[in-house]
Protein backbone atom coordinates (compact mmCIF):
# COMPACT_ATOMS: atom_id res chain seq x y z
CA UNK A 1 0.00 0.00 0.00
CA UNK A 2 1.38 3.03 -1.20
CA UNK A 3 1.91 5.72 1.52
CA UNK A 4 3.08 9.60 1.83
CA UNK A 5 2.71 11.27 5.09
CA UNK A 6 3.67 14.97 5.25
CA UNK A 7 4.74 16.45 8.65
CA UNK A 8 6.45 19.81 10.28
CA UNK A 9 3.99 21.98 9.23
CA UNK A 10 2.82 24.59 11.87
CA UNK A 11 2.28 28.72 12.35
CA UNK A 12 5.48 30.84 11.10
CA UNK A 13 6.71 34.38 11.56
CA UNK A 14 7.22 36.29 8.11
CA UNK A 15 11.19 35.62 7.44
CA UNK A 16 10.92 32.35 9.41
CA UNK A 17 11.54 29.01 8.18
CA UNK A 18 10.25 25.32 8.47
CA UNK A 19 11.53 21.84 7.36
CA UNK A 20 8.78 19.74 6.24
CA UNK A 21 8.96 15.53 5.50
CA UNK A 22 7.59 13.26 3.45
CA UNK A 23 7.90 9.87 4.30
CA UNK A 24 6.98 7.33 2.10
CA UNK A 25 5.95 3.59 2.03
CA UNK A 26 4.63 1.00 0.10
CA UNK A 27 7.16 1.31 -3.36
CA UNK A 28 11.05 1.98 -3.33
CA UNK A 29 11.24 5.53 -3.14
CA UNK A 30 14.54 5.41 -4.57
CA UNK A 31 13.74 4.90 -8.11
CA UNK A 32 10.68 7.69 -8.35
CA UNK A 33 10.42 11.25 -8.02
CA UNK A 34 8.46 13.04 -5.38
CA UNK A 35 7.32 16.41 -5.75
CA UNK A 36 5.52 19.09 -3.27
CA UNK A 37 2.61 21.20 -3.73
CA UNK A 38 0.59 23.40 -2.10
CA UNK A 39 -3.05 24.53 -2.07
CA UNK A 40 -4.22 27.91 -0.24
CA UNK A 41 -8.01 28.76 0.81
CA UNK A 42 -9.88 29.31 -2.77
CA UNK A 43 -6.90 28.77 -5.13
CA UNK A 44 -5.83 25.83 -7.16
CA UNK A 45 -3.38 23.55 -5.83
CA UNK A 46 -0.18 24.76 -7.18
CA UNK A 47 2.97 22.43 -7.61
CA UNK A 48 6.10 23.44 -5.93
CA UNK A 49 9.45 21.25 -6.16
CA UNK A 50 10.25 18.39 -7.52
CA UNK A 51 13.02 15.98 -7.27
CA UNK A 52 13.99 13.14 -9.34
CA UNK A 53 15.56 9.66 -8.52
CA UNK A 54 19.14 11.11 -9.82
CA UNK A 55 18.47 14.01 -7.06
CA UNK A 56 17.54 16.62 -9.80
CA UNK A 57 15.66 19.12 -8.84
CA UNK A 58 12.56 21.40 -10.75
CA UNK A 59 10.83 24.20 -9.97
CA UNK A 60 7.58 24.07 -10.85
CA UNK A 61 6.67 28.12 -9.63
CA UNK A 62 9.22 31.03 -9.26
CA UNK A 63 7.38 32.15 -6.71
CA UNK A 64 9.73 29.96 -4.38
CA UNK A 65 13.05 29.94 -5.75
CA UNK A 66 15.91 30.92 -3.73
CA UNK A 67 13.62 30.52 -0.83
CA UNK A 68 12.63 26.70 -0.98
CA UNK A 69 14.98 23.79 -1.97
CA UNK A 70 14.53 19.57 -1.99
CA UNK A 71 16.44 17.16 -0.84
CA UNK A 72 15.97 13.14 0.00
CA UNK A 73 17.37 10.74 2.37
CA UNK A 74 16.48 7.83 0.29
CA UNK A 75 17.85 4.98 3.12
CA UNK A 76 14.97 7.00 5.25
CA UNK A 77 12.54 7.06 2.61
CA UNK A 78 11.85 10.33 3.38
CA UNK A 79 11.99 13.47 1.06
CA UNK A 80 12.11 16.95 2.50
CA UNK A 81 10.87 20.67 1.90
CA UNK A 82 13.23 22.87 3.19
CA UNK A 83 11.28 26.85 3.57
CA UNK A 84 13.18 30.03 4.56
CA UNK A 85 12.18 33.90 4.32
CA UNK A 86 8.72 32.35 4.48
CA UNK A 87 5.59 35.33 3.34
CA UNK A 88 2.12 35.35 4.01
CA UNK A 89 1.32 33.99 0.53
CA UNK A 90 2.88 30.93 1.37
CA UNK A 91 0.53 30.34 3.69
CA UNK A 92 -1.57 27.02 2.05
CA UNK A 93 -1.56 23.05 2.92
CA UNK A 94 1.23 20.88 1.33
CA UNK A 95 1.21 17.94 -0.18
CA UNK A 96 4.16 15.91 -1.15
CA UNK A 97 3.42 13.22 -4.11
CA UNK A 98 4.94 10.28 -6.51
CA UNK A 99 4.38 9.80 -9.60
CA UNK A 100 4.84 5.79 -9.00
CA UNK A 101 4.45 3.63 -10.97
CA UNK A 102 5.72 5.84 -13.61
CA UNK A 103 9.15 7.18 -14.39
CA UNK A 104 10.66 4.55 -13.34
CA UNK A 105 14.33 5.88 -12.11
CA UNK A 106 13.77 8.82 -14.46
CA UNK A 107 16.81 11.51 -14.27
CA UNK A 108 14.04 14.00 -14.69
CA UNK A 109 10.92 15.00 -12.74
CA UNK A 110 7.17 14.52 -14.17
CA UNK A 111 4.85 17.13 -15.31
CA UNK A 112 2.95 18.50 -12.46
CA UNK A 113 -0.43 16.41 -13.48
CA UNK A 114 1.39 13.54 -13.50
CA UNK A 115 1.70 12.31 -9.48
CA UNK A 116 -0.40 9.35 -8.77
CA UNK A 117 0.18 9.06 -4.99
CA UNK A 118 -0.79 11.67 -2.69
CA UNK A 119 -0.43 12.50 0.88
CA UNK A 120 -3.31 13.74 3.28
CA UNK A 121 -1.09 16.95 3.12
CA UNK A 122 -0.05 19.36 6.54
CA UNK A 123 -1.41 23.34 6.46
CA UNK A 124 1.88 26.08 6.95
CA UNK A 125 0.02 29.35 7.70
CA UNK A 126 2.73 32.07 7.93
CA UNK A 127 1.17 35.31 9.77
CA UNK A 128 2.28 37.38 12.63
Known amino acids: QVQLVESGGGLVQPGGSLRLSCVTS????????IGWFRQAPGKEREGILC????????YYTDSVKGRFTISRDNAKNTVYLQMNSLKPEDTAVYYC?????????????????????WGQGTQITVSS
Open 51 to 58: ISSSDSST
Open 26 to 33: GFLMEYYA
Open 97 to 117: ATNYPWGLASVYCPDPNEYDY
